[in-house]
């Protein structure tokens, strides 16, 4: 059964950096696809970013360019998504999504909500000074 499970969100100041887990279990993390998403009170879900397992393609959303950066270490069964809060917009619940696949992906495809077949519960984050 996969499971994801995302850990260490938090009240975090505006320029403060916190990195985010997701640890996978009862899958091989090296057969998957990794992105993170993330929803704001009232807003719809958004792609965040999201690791190829083929060849370590990354995307983020424009947003987050040179701020948020996205690893697998798949030994570990663990992705992060290493974040520096600049924004209180960066607020929202943070959750990891995973699906098979083998391939070359694209950013359209990491975009997709309905793309991903498995997701995580989700952890907060809250940028505020």
């Known amino acids: 059964q996969v499971q994801l499970v995302e850990s260490g969100g938090g009240l975090v100041q505006p320029g403060g950096s916190l990195r985010l887990s997701c640890a996978a279990s009862g899958f091989t993390l090296g057969d998957y696809v990794i992105g993170w998403f993330r929803q704001a009170p009232g807003k719809e879900r958004e792609a965040v970013s999201c690791?190829?397992?083929?060849?370590?393609?990354?995307y983020y959303t424009d947003s987050v360019k040179g701020r948020f950066a996205i690893s697998r270490h798949n030994t570990k069964n663990t992705v992060y998504l290493q974040m520096i809060t600049r924004k209180p917009e960066d607020t929202a619940v943070y959750y990891c999504?995973?699906?098979?696949?083998?391939?070359?992906?694209?950013?359209?495809?990491?975009?997709?909500?309905?793309?991903?077949?498995?997701w995580g519960q989700g952890t907060q984050v809250t940028v505020s000074s």
């Open positions: 999504a995973a699906i098979k696949f083998r391939g070359k992906i694209t950013q359209a495809m990491c975009a997709l909500g309905s793309w991903w077949n498995n």
């Open positions: 690791i190829s397992n083929s060849d370590g393609s990354t």
